[in-house]
Nanobody
Framework: QVQLVEPGGGLVQAGGSLRLSCAAS????????MAWFRQAPGKEREFVAV??????????YYADSVKGRFTIYRDNAKNTVYLQINRLKPEDTAVYYC???????????????????WGQGTQVTVSS
């Protein structure tokens, strides 16, 4: 399994920007689809964005609620996946988790249960 560590997060004013990062251990990082999920207080964890495995970049897919504001990208040389968040809204407040697909070279997926490795989560709080 891939081990994931997420530094960062923080308190940001509405309209601001933030970049989350997720560092993965192991040489197999580039073989896995990588995703970000989030969980707001009192709500279930929800899909945010996914980027496919790829030797160069990857195919991306976003939840409708973040499309146009969030960008997921990966740097396979650094074993890191990023989530750039722009035009933050108070409703973006949540704990953000990165996740690695269970299956190497698998089809792109947004299902919670398809991801077998999870980061510890990082808090993002957006003030109005």
């Amino acid at each position: 399994q891939v081990q994931l560590v997420e530094p960062g997060g923080g308190l940001v004013q509405a309209g601001g920007s933030l970049r989350l990062s997720c560092a993965a251990s192991g040489r197999t990082f580039k073989m896995f689809n990588m995703a970000w999920f989030r969980q707001a207080p009192g709500k279930e964890r929800e899909f945010v964005a996914v980027i496919s495995w790829s030797w160069n970049g990857g195919i991306t897919y976003y939840a409708d609620s973040v499309k146009g504001r969030f960008t997921i990208y990966r740097d396979n040389a650094k074993n890191t996946v990023y989530l750039q968040i722009n035009r933050l809204k108070p409703e973006d407040t949540a704990v953000y988790y990165c996740a690695a697909d269970q299956t190497p070279y698998g089809p792109i997926t947004v299902g919670n249960s398809d991801f077998g490795s999870w980061g510890q989560g990082t808090q993002v709080t957006v003030s109005s």
